[in-house]
């Protein structure tokens, strides 16, 4: 049926897309959502235009193959502001979850609002808008540095572009550069570093202001130093905005107001950092595992 045949002939653009990093995911789905067939509802929904940013599932249930239930009977409120982290093993479910916002895929059962409005409802573009990604890797184009920050929200003054950019460090590197913000990226934007394209990316979502982020937390070899400033540049972004974060190192998750642990597309435990410890489930497994990965082989020492 087209449920599930749609998704998929639509996956490989889809992947080649956001694999390789987006923030505004809309820019992106104004592509695909010239291929999309199922069309939106009518008459839409609209949330407030200055809503919280209140995001709920209730009772989603999702599979992408039809003996396959993955996701089931999911409930959890993602309160205005907060940072929900989504932490597991590969294949838990981390990305579908993040997808379903995103509505990549339409529920078998329940469903998700965004301050109570159904996303089901809204059209796909209001959505997309409302909504920000920054994915592991970062997603520029040959251009100078001021239009790749621009490109979430490509009416923005020049003010608004260098205090997205002094509020995610990107102006220190920038000031560096011989001629600053118009210093133009060659195609793979081999003419700046690993850190400071992540860094260009994080201002890009910063300035396209969405009411919900999803960021998935890059993974990619940089220093010590400017995986700090890449942390600290994230923790600006995430400031005051509803943020579920993919995290693969839980020591950048330990502020979490909500951490989700899933395996096999359930969420087996969720709490705070140290509510999750002192309980010495999962999480405290898994952290405990990463620990042990992190402390130095004893043939070093
Ligand atoms: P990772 O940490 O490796 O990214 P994850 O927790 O994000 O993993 P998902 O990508 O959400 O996991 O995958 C959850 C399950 O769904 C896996 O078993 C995966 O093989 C399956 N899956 C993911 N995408 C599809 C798809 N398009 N069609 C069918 N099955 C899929």
């Keep these: 049926s087209r449920q599930f045949t749609q998704p998929l002939t639509q996956l490989g653009s889809m992947v080649n897309l956001l694999q390789s990093g987006v923030a505004s995911a809309e820019r992106v789905f104004e592509l695909l959502d ?4 199922t069309p939106d509802a009518a008459p ?9 940013g209140r995001l709920r599932f209730e009772g989603v249930s999702f599979r992408y193959v039809a003996d396959r239930p993955l996701i089931d009977d999911l409930s959890l409120t993602a309160e205005p502001g907060q940072t929900v982290a989504i932490v597991g093993p590969t294949g838990a479910g981390k990305s579908t979850l993040v997808n379903l916002i995103m509505r990549f895929y339409e529920l078998d059962a329940g469903r998700i609002t965004l301050d109570g409005v159904d996303i089901a409802r809204m059209t796909r573009h209001d959505l997309r808008s409302r ?7 970062t997603w520029l184009f040959g251009g100078t540095i001021r239009d790749n920050i621009a490109y979430g929200r490509p ?14 460090y990107v102006d220190r590197f920038v000031h560096s550069l011989p001629d ?35 960021l998935d937390e890059a993974t990619s070899s940089v220093d010590t130093r400017t995986e700090q400033l890449v942390q600290k540049a994230m ?31 359930s969420i087996v435990e969720q709490g705070s950092h140290a509510e ?18 992190a ?7």
Excluded: C, W
């Design 131 to 137: 909504t920000g990604m920054v994915l592991q890797d």
């Design 295 to 301: 402390a130095p082989e004893p043939e070093a020492r």
């Design 34 to 37: 010239a291929e999309e067939q």
């Design 276 to 293: 999750l410890l002192a309980a010495g489930g999962a999480y405290a497994a898994l952290y405990a595992a990463q620990f042990a990965d």
């Design 44 to 52: 839409a929904e609209t949330p407030p235009a200055d809503g919280p």
């Design 180 to 214: 600053g913000y118009d210093t133009v990226l060659d195609d793979e934007a081999s003419n700046v570093s690993a850190g400071e394209k992540q860094l260009l990316t994080i201002a890009r979502a910063f300035l396209a202001e969405p009411s919900v982020l999803i």
């Design 235 to 265: 923790s600006a972004l995430r400031a005051d905005r509803t943020s579920f974060v993919i995290a693969h190192r839980l020591s950048t998750i330990r502020d979490a107001d909500l951490i989700l642990v899933m395996e096999s597309g």
């Design 155 to 168: 009416d923005a003054t020049e003010e608004e572009i260098l205090a997205a950019a002094r509020a995610t």
